[in-house]
Antibody, heavy 120, light 106 residues
Framework: EVQLVESGGGLVQPGGSLKLSCAASGFTFSGSAMHWVRQASGKGLEWVGRIRSKANSYATAYAASVKGRFTISRDDSKNTAYLQMNSLKTEDTAVYYC???????????WGQGTLVTVSS | SYELTQPPSVSVSPGQTARITCSGDALPKQYAYWYQQKPGQAPVLVIYKDSERPSGIPERFSGSSSGTTVTLTISGVQAEDEADYYCQSADSSGTSFGGGTKLTVL
């Protein structure tokens, strides 16, 4: 059974930093790109960014809204992806999901999400 | 990434057919995917590559594509289909989601 489990969310002040983790199991993590998607309360889904596999040079891409502030990384030995969030703004408040594609090439696998609240 | 446009809401009575559209200039070149999201839950993939249905998704869910518009069709809508629906597409630079459509079953 595929599982994605996010952790690391919480309350942080504007301008602060937070690092989220996504622990994966049940599929070939090392061969899969990992994506982060967020959702502010009552709002739609927003793609945050992704990191590709080692075979694709661990290439990263980010949404314009987070580029230069957020960094995605991975540790294939731990089957874990990370989202380092710096210079946080109140508008970054959201539930953050990690997700990955399955055989369909759509986002078949989703975590339960972790809530990040940016507030003073 | 690029813009995908969905209607904010669609309402249908039980047993009727619901159609949710998603428009975007890149859609003729890129596949579209559809997700269902119920309150407090993570999204679930219901259609991939424009019109394919993942295993476990009821046959009443179908997808189609024409030019710059893709459509999610739910035939014989049931009360349990009330949810938010999002289209999604991607290119080499990133991924985009539509704004979402709230399906209300009257």
């Amino acid at each position: 059974e595929v599982q994605l489990v996010e952790s690391g969310g919480g309350l942080v002040q504007p301008g602060g930093s937070l690092k989220l983790s996504c622990a994966a199991s049940g599929f070939t993590f090392s061969g899969s790109a990992m994506h982060w998607v967020r959702q502010a309360s009552g709002k739609g889904l927003e793609w945050v960014g992704r990191i590709r596999s080692k075979a694709n040079s661990y290439a990263t891409a980010y949404a314009a809204s987070v580029k230069g502030r957020f960094t995605i990384s991975r540790d294939d030995s731990k089957n874990t992806a990370y989202l380092q969030m710096n210079s946080l703004k109140t508008e970054d408040t959201a539930v953050y999901y990690c997700t990955s594609r399955g055989n369909s090439e759509g986002f078949d696998y989703w975590g339960q999400g972790t809530l990040v609240t940016v507030s003073s | 990434s690029y813009e995908l446009t969905q209607p904010p809401s669609v309402s249908v009575s039980p047993g009727q057919t619901a159609r949710i559209t998603c428009s975007g200039d890149a859609l003729p070149k890129q596949y579209a995917y559809w997700y269902q999201q119920k309150p407090g839950q993570a999204p679930v993939l219901v259609i991939y590559k424009d019109s394919e249905r993942p295993s476990g998704i009821p046959e009443r869910f179908s997808g189609s594509s024409s030019g710059t518009t893709v459509t999610l069709t739910i035939s014989g809508v049931q009360a349990e289909d009330e949810a938010d629906y999002y289209c999604q597409s991607a290119d080499s630079s990133g991924t985009s989601f539509g704004g979402g459509t709230k399906l209300t079953v009257l």
